[in-house]
């Protein structure tokens, strides 16, 4: 199938139709009925919620498709003994035409702000400062930027996509329900569908697709992640050292560490918990592998501890409070060489994410824009509003 001409997003064609939204539907609101839609968008990651807005505001009925009870994907924030901290993606740097521009937006909404400009990294001689650099984080929490992206959009939350059929004109998309007690699966029919999944997550929907074929599946198969463990530990304060000099260390080369950062630095201290240091521990993808379906995680906890206590203070082996989250699909490791995949088939079905040609978060913004530019030339060829455009106009 042929690919659509690129389409300079950062120059804004003539605006589009804008849409309201129907309803934003919750996890307890489930209708028991058909959804029809122009376009269902699996995954509410960047990559979903970026392709989720040229089309809605040129008009396209849409909605996305969620396993999770919230937005984001690794936009992921928790509260540990009452205290937020974020376990997925740690900070936004300006690194990219796209990422720069939502960078300039979330700060104008005062969604995010500055965390730190000194960051360091642990190498054999000890901890090294790296270039100065600005790092951007949401007081409130990662997440709450996802919210702030997702809130004009509609999502059903806690359904997992089963199987994917044909039915004229587009798709029929059959739904599992993720959390126990919900409603019964529902469908949705959609002319066009994106996957804005993890590529292995993808190749299981499309083996429920007839007649894919074998030679992209098998170059699908081939897109790998490195997993992750992260730790988050909470630690007294009159156990703490008074001053601290790292916020972000990183790890190259480890065999067990990745990244270990100060991440109650990012909040206020009179905010609830945030007196007490809140620490996240990022493992290594050879250490994750080893324990990543361990039924007790007691050990690796408190290798991981131990570990960040070597380097960089005896303090960090004993927290108060410890939560351990897996991340399976951390980091793309075997990238797609294009920005999206579009399927061979009679209705538009496309795959994006941030394993679309590289391993940034740059990367998802730019296969969603590409995601959503292929779906709206396989249809109805409309205006699609430059993303700059969008996000200034949601501020």
Request: hydrophobic share 40%; proline share 7%; with cysteine.
């Given at each position: 199938?042929?690919?659509?001409?690129?389409?300079?997003f950062?120059?804004?064609?003539?605006?589009?139709?804008?849409?309201?939204?129907?309803?934003?539907?919750?996890?307890?609101e489930?209708?028991?009925?058909?959804?029809?839609?122009d376009?269902?968008?699996?995954?509410?990651?960047?990559?979903?919620?970026?392709?989720?807005?040229?089309?809605?505001?040129?008009?396209?009925?849409?909605?996305?498709?969620?396993?999770?009870?919230?937005?984001g994907?690794?936009?992921?924030?928790?509260?540990?003994?009452?205290?937020?901290c974020?376990?997925?993606?740690?900070y936004?740097t300006?690194?990219?035409?796209l990422?720069?521009?939502?960078?300039?937006?979330?700060?104008?909404?005062?969604?995010?702000?500055?965390?730190?400009?000194?960051?360091?990294?642990?190498?054999?001689?000890?901890l090294?400062?790296?270039?100065?650099?600005?790092?951007?984080?949401?007081?409130?929490?990662?997440?709450?930027?996802?919210?702030?992206?997702?809130?004009d959009?509609?999502?059903?939350?806690?359904?997992?996509?089963?199987?994917?059929?044909?039915?004229?004109?587009?798709?029929?998309?059959?739904?599992?329900?993720?959390?126990?007690?919900?409603?019964?699966?529902?469908?949705?029919?959609?002319?066009?569908?994106?996957?804005?999944?993890?590529?292995?997550?993808?190749?299981?929907?499309?083996?429920?697709v007839?007649?894919?074929?074998?030679?992209?599946?098998?170059?699908l198969?081939?897109?790998?992640?490195?997993?992750?463990?992260?730790?988050?530990?909470?630690?007294?304060?009159?156990?703490v050292?008074?001053?601290?000099?790292?916020?972000?260390?990183?790890?190259?080369?480890?065999?067990?560490?990745?990244?270990?950062g100060?991440?109650?630095s990012?909040?206020?201290?009179?905010?609830s918990?945030?007196?007490?240091?809140?620490?996240?521990?990022?493992?290594s993808?050879?250490?994750?592998?080893?324990?990543?379906?361990?039924?007790?995680?007691?050990?690796?906890?408190?290798?991981?501890?131990?570990?960040?206590?070597?380097?960089?203070?005896?303090?960090?082996?004993?927290?108060?409070?410890?939560?351990?989250?897996?991340?399976?699909?951390?980091i793309?490791?075997?990238?797609?060489?294009?920005?999206?995949?579009?399927?061979?088939?009679?209705?538009?079905?496309?795959?994006?994410?941030?394993?679309?040609?590289?391993?940034?978060?740059?990367?998802a913004?730019?296969?969603?824009?590409?995601?959503?530019?292929?779906?709206?030339?396989?249809?109805?060829?409309?205006?699609?509003?430059?993303?700059?455009?969008?996000?200034?106009?949601?501020?």
């Amino acid at each position: 199938m042929s690919q659509p001409p690129a389409i300079p997003f950062d120059n804004p064609l003539h605006l589009g139709q804008e849409v309201g939204v129907e309803a934003i539907i919750g996890a307890d609101e489930w209708p028991v009925f058909n959804m029809n839609v122009d376009i269902a968008i699996v995954g509410a990651g960047l990559a979903g919620l970026t392709a989720a807005h040229p089309l809605q505001a040129a008009g396209y009925s849409l909605l996305l498709l969620e396993k999770s009870r919230g937005l984001g994907g690794r936009l992921a924030s928790y509260r540990l003994n009452g205290a937020r901290c974020d376990r997925g993606l740690r900070y936004l740097t300006e690194e990219g035409r796209l990422l720069s521009g939502l960078v300039r937006s979330l700060r104008e909404r005062h969604v995010i702000r500055p965390w730190i400009t000194a960051s360091h990294r642990y190498t054999a001689e000890g901890l090294q400062p790296n270039s100065p650099q600005t790092h951007y984080v949401a007081p409130e929490g990662m997440s709450q930027i996802a919210k702030e992206l997702g809130r004009d959009v509609p999502v059903w939350y806690s359904r997992r996509v089963a199987a994917i059929t044909p039915q004229a004109p587009g798709w029929r998309v059959r739904l599992e329900a993720v959390r126990a007690g919900s409603d019964a699966p529902l469908e949705v029919t959609a002319r066009a569908v994106i996957l804005a999944i993890p590529a292995p997550q993808a190749v299981t929907i499309l083996d429920t697709v007839p007649g894919m074929n074998a030679d992209v599946m098998n170059r699908l198969q081939s897109v790998t992640y490195d997993p992750c463990l992260t730790l988050l530990a909470q630690y007294s304060g009159n156990r703490v050292p008074a001053e601290i000099p790292w916020r972000s260390v990183e790890f190259p080369g480890d065999p067990d560490l990745s990244w270990l950062g100060l991440d109650s630095s990012k909040r206020e201290s009179s905010s609830s918990g945030s007196d007490r240091p809140l620490v996240v521990i990022n493992s290594s993808a050879e250490l994750a592998r080893s324990h990543l379906d361990d039924s007790d995680v007691t050990e690796v906890i408190e290798h991981l501890l131990s570990q960040g206590a070597a380097r960089l203070g005896s303090w960090l082996q004993t927290p108060e409070h410890r939560h351990l989250h897996r991340w399976r699909y951390a980091i793309p490791a075997q990238v797609w060489p294009q920005d999206t995949v579009v399927l061979d088939t009679r209705a538009p079905l496309v795959c994006c994410g941030d394993w679309c040609g590289s391993r940034q978060v740059e990367t998802a913004l730019r296969s969603g824009l590409a995601a959503a530019s292929s779906v709206n030339y396989q249809l109805d060829h409309r205006s699609l509003t430059a993303i700059s455009q969008l996000w200034e106009a949601q501020g």
